[in-house]
T-cell receptor, first 114, second 112 residues
Framework: AQSVTQLGSHVSVSEGALVLLRCNYS??????LFWYVQYPNQGLQLLLK??????LVKGINGFEAEFKKSETSFHLTKPSAHMSDAAEYFC????????????FGKGTLLTVNP | GAGVSQSPSNKVTEKGKDVELRCDPI?????LYWYRQRLGQGLEFLIY????????KSGLPSDRFSAERTGESVSTLTIQRTQQEDSAVYLC??????????FGDGTRLSIL
């Protein structure tokens, strides 16, 4: 069965600092991986996705993630945090055997300090 | 609007009452999903509709939960005889077939 583990339920960084949000997954099949962002009282917005091909994926708002099969990881990074990046971030893996189900991690709340 | 629309945005009801939540997907999207998001948790898959195919109801937590979809448009999620543990944000998403999901802002359900 697929599962997603997000290390750190809460990450705090200073404005301008590197953002690193960790995600590890387990999957019985080659994974499709996603990062979503959720701002307060809003739904989830897709940041980026990995399906096949290049393992370094660039998304919106300056975020990127690298798929590392050997480490079963898909960590999300951004070189320089902005106040507007404060939100909750969810990593998800497409469920094996399904072409639509996503298994989500429990989320990481990112706070950005001035 | 062009996005997924959910109503109501907030719902407070008494334990034991029935509630109905509505989702208007993006026009043309054939797939529609319902999720439940409990405080401090990730999203739990509830149900999936794809075109005229039989829905995948495997995530519905009990027979108190049901959902309907009219063609490729509006969907309603109904919770009968609500319990306090049903308190959560219920999110709807839609997509083209096998494409990334677009989410609505959710309905925040509180059971007193």
């Amino acid at each position: 069965a697929q599962s997603v583990t997000q290390l750190g339920s809460h990450v705090s960084v200073s404005e301008g600092a590197l953002v690193l949000l960790r995600c590890n997954y387990s999957s019985s099949v080659p994974p499709y991986l996603f990062w979503y962002v959720q701002y307060p009282n809003q739904g989830l917005q897709l940041l980026l996705k990995y399906t096949t091909g290049a393992t370094l994926v660039k998304g919106i708002n300056g975020f990127e993630a690298e798929f590392k099969k050997s480490e079963t990881s898909f960590h999300l990074t951004k070189p320089s945090a902005h106040m507007s990046d404060a939100a909750e971030y969810f990593c998800a893996v497409k469920t094996g055997g399904s072409n639509y189900k996503l298994t989500f991690g429990k989320g990481t709340l990112l706070t950005v300090n001035p | 609007g062009a996005g997924v629309s959910q109503s109501p945005s907030n719902k407070v009801t008494e334990k034991g009452k029935d509630v109905e939540l509505r989702c208007d997907p993006i026009s043309g999207h054939t797939a529609l999903y319902w999720y439940r998001q409990r405080l401090g948790q990730g999203l739990e898959f509830l149900i999936y509709f794809q075109g005229n195919s039989a829905p995948d109801k495997s995530g519905l937590p009990s027979d108190r939960f049901s959902a309907e979809r009219t063609g490729e448009s509006v969907s309603t999620l109904t919770i009968q005889r609500t319990q306090q543990e049903d308190s959560a944000v219920y999110l709807c998403a839609s997509s083209d077939f096998q494409q990334p999901q677009h989410f609505g802002d959710g309905t925040r359900l509180s059971i007193l």
